[in-house]
C-alpha cells in the first residue's frame, strides 16, 4: 500500500522568506504522480505543483518549485518570497495508475503560517 | 464553467439517522472520489468509483456506502450516523488517463 508521510505539522515563515515543506512517500509502483494542494481558511482544495514520477527535472510553478528525490522517496516543496497569502495547509499527495485508473493518496497536512 | 458541487454545505443530524451527501461534477470525468478531513488526520479515502456501477472501498469506509449510477453523480451515504463520522467531507473527480483532481467546496457534517 503506498503512505505519504509529512513530518512537520506546522511551520512559520517570515513574509519574504524561503520555506520548504518536507514529504517522503512509500510505493513500490515505478509510475506515479505526486502533488502539492493549498487549502486556505477557506477550506477550497487548490493544486500547488504537479511532479511525473519518470521526470527527472524538478517541477516549478512561479514562486513554488519541489524537491524531487526519485531514489530517496522525497518530494519536498519549496515556496520563495513567502506571501501572506500563503498561510494554508499544504498537503503532499501521491496517485498511481492502475490500468486507466488511478487513486489519489494524502498525508496529514503542515500548516503554515506567513507572518509580516 | 464545468465544475464539482457538494451539497449540502453545512448539516446537522442526530446519530442513528440515515443521511446522504451529493456530489455532482460537470465535467464528465469518470474518477470520483470521498474523503473525510479531520484535524491530525489529513485527507482519507472512504470511497471512490472509476467509473457507473463502479464502486470501491478506501481507507475508512466503515459505515458508509456509495452507489454510481450516472457519470455526473457519486452519493454518500451514513447508513447510521455516529458522532465519530462528525467532520468534514470532500468530494473530488479526475479524468481516466490524467491525473489532476478537482475538489467540491466541502460538507461539514455534525452527528448529535
Known amino acids: 500500500a503506498q503512505t505519504v508521510t509529512q513530518s512537520q505539522p506546522e511551520m512559520s515563515v517570515q513574509e519574504a522568506e524561503t520555506v520548504t515543506l518536507s514529504c517522503t512517500y512509500d510505493?513500490?509502483?515505478?509510475?506515479?504522480?505526486l502533488f502539492w494542494y493549498k487549502q486556505p481558511p477557506s477550506r477550497q482544495m487548490i493544486l500547488v505543483i504537479r511532479?511525473?514520477?519518470?521526470?527527472?527535472q524538478n517541477a516549478t510553478e512561479n514562486r513554488f518549485s519541489v524537491n524531487f528525490q526519485k531514489a530517496a522517496k522525497s518530494f519536498s516543496l519549496k515556496i520563495s518570497d513567502s506571501q501572506l497569502g500563503d498561510t494554508a495547509m499544504y498537503f503532499c499527495a501521491f496517485f498511481t495508475y492502475g490500468g486507466s485508473q488511478g487513486n489519489l493518496i494524502f498525508g496529514k497536512g503542515t500548516k503554515l503560517s506567513v507572518k509580516p | 464553467d464545468a465544475e464539482i458541487t457538494q451539497s449540502p454545505r453545512h448539516k446537522i443530524t442526530e446519530t442513528g439517522r440515515q443521511v446522504t451527501l451529493a456530489c455532482h461534477q460537470t465535467?464528465?470525468?469518470?474518477?470520483m472520489f470521498w474523503y473525510r478531513q479531520d484535524l491530525g488526520h489529513g485527507l482519507r479515502l472512504i470511497h471512490y468509483?472509476?467509473?457507473?456501477?463502479?464502486?470501491n472501498k478506501g481507507e475508512v469506509s466503515d459505515g458508509y456506502s456509495v452507489s454510481r449510477s450516472n457519470t455526473e453523480d457519486l452519493p454518500l451515504t451514513l447508513e447510521s450516523a455516529a458522532s465519530s463520522q462528525t467532520s468534514v467531507y470532500f468530494c473530488?473527480?479526475?479524468?481516466?488517463?490524467?491525473?489532476?483532481?478537482?475538489f467540491g467546496q466541502g460538507t461539514r457534517l455534525t452527528v448529535v
Open positions: 473530488a473527480s479526475s479524468e481516466s488517463g490524467t491525473t489532476e483532481a478537482f
Open positions: 510505493t513500490s509502483e515505478n509510475n506515479y504522480y
Open positions: 511532479q511525473e514520477a519518470y521526470k527527472q
Open positions: 465535467w464528465n470525468h469518470n474518477n
Open positions: 468509483s472509476y467509473g457507473v456501477q463502479d464502486t
